[in-house]
């Protein structure tokens, strides 16, 4: 299939919690006119997991990497937008570390119907990261969404064994736990008032993990979603009619 554009946010390779064989398998059986990395891309909050794989997974998350070199060279415009957990990559603007990929801390983005979007990762309007007082706290709770991942892995094992479908445990409890406390919908409502008072007709973004379209106020929300859940590995793509769809490589394969 071919994209005009498409958006990937929270892929977070060089974790172990990465769904990078599925990644690499969109990647390579799509062409692309321009592709949005929005943030998380290389997670280097666990860089340290990358050499506890076995030579195998490496390769899958390298390959991801190269694949994408090998669209930016053969014409596609794939643009970089960091997030938290790559921050570090901010340090390279206006380098040409990746070749051709181009590096950006935020980036307009207009459909073929003429909406305008703000593409951001989105950490930015977090309080959890963005103040260090709260920083331990944000960190705490990110570990205890790994542990949940591999509570989530040996828990389907035993569902698959008895023939049933994959459920998502961690998903389940995460999205619980945040709409129990608001802070989903505080945060939806906090970006898109953002973009709203700067003349912006949606907001594209990451970060939560939970892939979505929807109108706050006029104004258009949409979550990426992520890489790092066999039930989720999520996009989004404008479809040729510049409409924002979200599109799940899970559910098709």
Same mark, same amino acid.
């Given at each position: 299939?071919?994209?005009?554009?498409?958006?990937?946010?929270?892929?977070?390779?060089?974790?172990?919690?990465?769904?990078?064989?599925?990644?690499?398998? =969109?990647?390579?059986?799509?062409?692309?006119?321009?592709?949005?990395?929005?943030?998380? !891309?290389?997670?280097? $909050?666990?860089?340290?997991?990358? =050499? %506890?794989?076995?030579?195998?997974?490496?390769?899958?998350?390298?390959? !991801?990497?190269?694949?994408?070199?090998?669209?930016a060279r053969k014409g596609t415009a794939v643009h970089y937008i960091w997030g938290n957990h790559d921050e570090f990559m901010a340090k390279f603007r206006g380098h040409q570390i990746f070749?051709?990929?181009?590096?950006?801390?935020?980036?307009?983005?207009?459909?073929?119907n003429g909406t305008r979007f703000l593409v951001l990762h989105g950490h930015q309007f977090d309080l959890l990261t963005k103040y260090p007082v709260s920083g331990f706290i944000y960190k705490?709770? #990110?570990? %205890?969404? /790994?542990?949940?991942?591999?509570?989530?892995?040996?828990?389907? $094992?035993?569902?698959?064994?008895?023939?049933?479908?994959?459920?998502?445990?961690?998903?389940?409890?995460?999205?619980?736990?945040? @709409?129990?406390?608001?802070?989903? /919908?505080?945060?939806?409502?906090?970006?898109? @008032? &953002?973009?709203?008072?700067?003349?912006?007709?949606?907001?594209?973004?990451?970060?939560?993990? #939970?892939?979505?379209?929807?109108?706050? #106020?006029?104004? !258009? &929300?949409? +979550?990426?979603?992520?890489?790092?859940?066999? #039930? +989720?590995?999520?996009?989004?793509?404008?479809?040729?009619?510049?409409?924002?769809? !979200?599109?799940?490589?899970? @559910?098709?394969?």
């Amino acid at each position: 299939m071919h994209y005009r554009a498409v958006f990937i946010s929270d892929m977070h390779l060089a974790s172990k919690k990465a769904k990078a064989k599925p990644l690499n398998d =969109f990647l390579k059986h799509n062409t692309f006119e321009t592709i949005y990395l929005v943030g998380d !891309v290389i997670d280097i $909050w666990r860089f340290r997991q990358a =050499f %506890a794989m076995s030579a195998e997974k490496q390769n899958e998350h390298l390959e !991801v990497v190269e694949r994408l070199l090998k669209h930016a060279r053969k014409g596609t415009a794939v643009h970089y937008i960091w997030g938290n957990h790559d921050e570090f990559m901010a340090k390279f603007r206006g380098h040409q570390i990746f070749g051709s990929v181009s590096l950006h801390e935020r980036m307009d983005h207009t459909t073929a119907n003429g909406t305008r979007f703000l593409v951001l990762h989105g950490h930015q309007f977090d309080l959890l990261t963005k103040y260090p007082v709260s920083g331990f706290i944000y960190k705490a709770g #990110d570990w %205890a969404y /790994e542990v949940l991942l591999n509570i989530n892995e040996a828990f389907n $094992w035993c569902r698959r064994a008895i023939g049933m479908r994959y459920w998502s445990v961690s998903k389940y409890i995460k999205v619980k736990v945040k @709409r129990a406390t608001q802070f989903i /919908e505080s945060f939806e409502s906090v970006v898109c @008032r &953002y973009a709203k008072e700067r003349g912006y007709g949606g907001v594209i973004c990451g970060h939560l993990h #939970d892939p979505k379209i929807k109108s706050v #106020d006029g104004i !258009v &929300y949409a +979550n990426c979603g992520c890489w790092t859940e066999k #039930d +989720n590995c999520t996009f989004l793509y404008e479809d040729e009619n510049g409409c924002l769809k !979200v599109g799940s490589y899970a @559910r098709t394969h």
